[in-house]
């Protein structure tokens, strides 16, 4: 079983839509979660971070974080076309990052 | 925000030749910078963890004599694909971490390897 598990989509969703991303983990000693955005032959980039359980917002972004269903989440409201990429939610615990496979979001305008 | 860079961008070689690929922390000093690869449509995949003046620490399954990775100073690491093969084809990225913030872990914008 992965550490971190995550449907590799794609999603397809109109402009302007609520965009539900979502994983799993397996380790209940993870403490920290985040999210990366990584379009077509870049690096990822960092989007959100939380640690523990709880919600986080930054502007149409909320990660959110269930440490009793070892689930987090990446929702997107509003989606816009340049939302389009593949995110990839991580877990972090001694120095180390632990990646979901990613999921392909396509915001159709 | 802090930029990690990398260098080249995209590398085409000959099988059986060794390929360097710098990795720099351009705007601070990163005690540890990690080596990941990339399949198409999949997940970033840890190959080793390097910290500075130490020997690396490489993830199960990857040969160490193959991936030879030297992180000389703060700014700077390099992975050298030695005798490389088409199936070392992939995308690597690398990362850096000022050991500032656990989550701080700035990535470049990776290194696209083709073997021929």
């Known amino acids: 079983q992965k550490e971190v598990e995550q449907d590799p989509g794609p999603l397809s969703v109109p402009e302007g839509a609520i965009v539900s991303l979502n994983c799993t983990y397996s380790?209940?000693?993870?403490?920290?979660f985040m999210w990366y955005r990584q379009y077509s032959r870049k690096g990822p980039e960092l989007l959100m971070y939380t640690y523990s359980s709880g919600n986080k917002e930054d502007g149409r972004f909320t990660a959110q974080v269930d440490k009793s269903s070892k689930y987090i989440s990446l929702f997107i409201r509003d989606s816009q076309p340049s939302d389009s990429a593949t995110y990839l939610c991580?877990?972090?615990?001694?120095?180390?990052?632990?990646f979901g496979s990613g999921t392909k979001l396509n915001v159709k305008p | 925000g802090a930029v990690v860079s990398q260098h080249p961008s995209w590398v085409i070689c000959k099988s059986g030749t060794s390929v360097k690929i710098e990795c720099r922390s351009l705007d601070f000093q990163a005690t540890t910078m990690f080596w990941y690869r990339q399949f198409p449509k999949q997940s970033l995949m840890l190959m080793a963890t390097s910290n500075e003046g130490s020997k690396a620490t490489y993830e199960q399954g990857v040969e160490k004599d193959k991936f030879l990775i030297n992180h000389a100073s703060l700014t700077l690491s390099t992975l050298t694909v030695t005798s490389a093969h088409p199936e070392d084809s992939s995308f690597y990225i690398c990362?850096?971490?000022?050991?500032?913030?656990?989550?701080?872990?700035?990535f470049g914008p990776g290194t696209r390897l083709t073997v021929l």
């Open positions: 991580a877990a972090y615990n001694f120095n180390k990052f632990y």
């Open positions: 990362s850096a971490n000022s050991g500032s913030s656990y989550n701080e872990q700035f």
């Open positions: 380790n209940s000693a993870f403490q920290y």
